[in-house]
């Protein structure tokens, strides 16, 4: 069975930086396209980076702007997601997914200009994002 635990959350200053985990188990690491996305109070949940499934290219959101970096630890089973510049706007709970399905949630992801839906199979419950001003 796939689980996905996020840890790493917490409250900052703006400006502040912030390194989310996410440990995954129940499949073969690496093989599978892996994601952060977030969902802020009273929006829609968002893709804010990705690594694709083959040849683990990563992409971010527009609104991320060379200020979040995604990467993963095969070793340890685990993608991060280093945040730094944090800004209010990125408050939110962050969540972490794993295998694009057509039978996933979808979610939207706009990066390069262009937005998509995708759909991810597994999900983490969740880590809890707050930027102060």
């Known amino acids: 069975q796939v689980q996905l635990v996020e840890s790493g959350g917490g409250s900052v200053q703006a400006g502040g930086s912030l390194r989310l985990a996410c440990s995954a188990s129940?499949?073969?690491?690496?093989?599978?396209?892996v994601g952060w996305f977030r969902q802020q109070p009273g929006k829609e949940r968002e893709g804010v980076a990705l690594?694709?499934?083959?040849?683990?290219?990563?992409t971010y959101a527009d609104f991320v702007k060379d200020r979040f970096t995604i990467s993963q630890d095969n070793a340890v089973n685990t993608v991060y997601l280093q945040m730094t510049s944090l800004k209010p706007e990125d408050t939110a709970m962050y969540y972490c997914?794993?295998?694009?399905?057509?039978?996933?949630?979808?979610?939207?992801?706009?990066?390069?200009?262009?937005?998509?839906?995708?759909?991810?199979?597994?999900w983490g419950q969740g880590t809890q994002v707050t930027v102060s001003s």
């Open positions: 997914a794993a295998f694009r399905s057509s039978s996933g949630s979808r979610v939207r992801y706009c990066s390069g200009g262009v937005c998509n839906n995708f759909s991810y199979l597994y």
């Open positions: 129940g499949y073969t690491f690496g093989t599978k396209s």
């Open positions: 690594i694709s499934d083959i040849s683990r290219r990563t």
